[in-house]
């Protein structure tokens, strides 16, 4: 090895877009969504293990760049992701995001990669975990109003985890319905798009919300929302952008993944600092009850915290041996001695 050739020490998995596709194909999108689950499920158990903090975010006129780590005194975990509900318009996505997975005991990087399509999974993942504790039991039709990036990821995870086999679809925009109902067909679901939410949601047990405004918009309204709904939000996830009317939050009962980053950024925002919340890894830990009776409306306030992130990266590593998944990067300096940084310049020069 030469002074500049990347020695075993610099070398850090890195997973690409295609290589994430890859392993989406090898696994299949429905399985994969349900192991995501798994993990997120098994992260959540062990909740108290974990630094949790708000995501850090930098926020401007066109959108949002968060920055959400977390450790378990084993492996440290961040996320880069952003938020530009304007972005459409120029042919760029809303939300783009990588992350890294490290080793706490070295500080040294052990993986990166991207998390485009890996949110999307875990955001999908972790919305059906919160239903499968919170949804009427047997719900099998559910409203998914905006059909943007999010949509499919959220209809296959419902579909896969708690067999809903209807949708009725609605985005202010028909080519976005016309997209994800030519995206998913075939694929197992009776798909109805409808001309507005009110349409949507007659006769749905659950209501999944994933529109993009920047800004407090009512996409449901109090007298939309039928007694033992269950309400999956995922689009108002930044402070001054919510999507449900205050008296949809009054009535119901109100689950989050991490509550001081949900009244932040969540619907939540809209309720008093101390309106009552429930934290889906209490449900999980047996320490407070999800759904309690059928007229019950069980809110899912969901903005994705870390903890969801980590359990993704964690799943992906596992994944590693399973395709040729990772590249190598070149990402760390290894001098031969480690104090002599400055000599592994000079040498290669
Ligand atoms: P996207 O821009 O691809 O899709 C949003 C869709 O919403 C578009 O098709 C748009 O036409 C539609 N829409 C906007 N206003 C509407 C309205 N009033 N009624 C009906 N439809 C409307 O965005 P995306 O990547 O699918 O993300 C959707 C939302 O979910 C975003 O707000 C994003 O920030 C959020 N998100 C949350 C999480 C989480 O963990 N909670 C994760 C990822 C994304």
Redesign the pocket.
């Given at each position: 090895m030469t002074a500049s050739s990347p020695g075993p020490l610099s070398q850090v998995a890195f997973v690409s877009v295609e290589r994430m596709i890859r392993l989406v194909h090898a696994i299949g999108v429905g399985r994969m969504l349900a192991e995501l689950a798994g993990y997120i499920e098994a992260d959540f158990r062990r909740w108290r293990s974990f630094d949790k903090t708000p995501r850090i975010a930098s926020h401007s006129h066109a959108g949002v760049i968060e920055l959400m780590p977390t450790s378990d005194g084993v492996l440290y975990g961040f996320k880069y992701v952003n938020?530009h509900?304007g972005n459409?318009h120029s042919g760029r996505?809303?939300?783009t995001a990588f992350g890294v997975l490290a080793d706490v005991e070295t500080g040294y990087p052990l993986l990166l990669s991207e998390m485009t399509i890996l949110?999307a999974l875990r955001?999908a993942a972790s919305s059906a975990l919160a239903a499968r504790l919170l949804a009427p039991p047997g719900a099998g039709t559910m409203a998914l109003?905006?059909?943007?990036?999010?949509?499919e990821f959220q209809a296959l995870a419902f579909g896969t985890v708690l067999g809903v086999g209807r949708l009725r679809l609605?985005?202010?925009?028909r080519a976005?319905s016309e997209k994800c109902q030519r995206n998913l067909d075939g694929l197992g679901f009776a798909i109805e798009i409808c001309a507005s939410?009110e349409e949507a949601v007659a006769g749905a047990e659950i209501i999944t919300t994933?529109?993009?405004?920047k800004r407090h918009?009512t996409?449901l309204t109090d007298n939309m929302v039928g007694a033992g709904v269950h309400i999956n939000a995922?689009?108002g996830?930044c402070p001054g952008k919510t999507e449900l009317h205050a008296d949809i939050l009054r009535r119901s009962d109100i689950f989050v993944e991490y509550a001081p980053q949900t009244r932040i950024e969540g619907e939540l925002q809209q309720m008093p600092p101390d309106h009552p919340v429930t934290e889906l890894w209490q449900v999980l830990a047996g320490e407070a009850r999800g759904r309690t009776d059928a007229r019950q409306i069980t809110l899912f306030d969901?903005?994705?915290f870390a903890v969801e992130d980590y359990a993704a990266l964690r799943y992906v590593r596992d994944q590693i041996g399973r395709i040729e998944l990772a590249e190598q990067l070149d990402l760390v300096a290894d001098p031969d001695d480690p104090r002599d940084l400055f000599g592994m310049l000079l040498r290669a020069a």
């Open positions: 938020g509900p459409v996505q809303t939300v949110t955001t109003i905006g059909n943007g990036a999010q949509a609605y985005d202010i925009d976005a939410a994933a529109t993009a405004d918009a996409i995922v689009g996830d969901s903005v994705g």
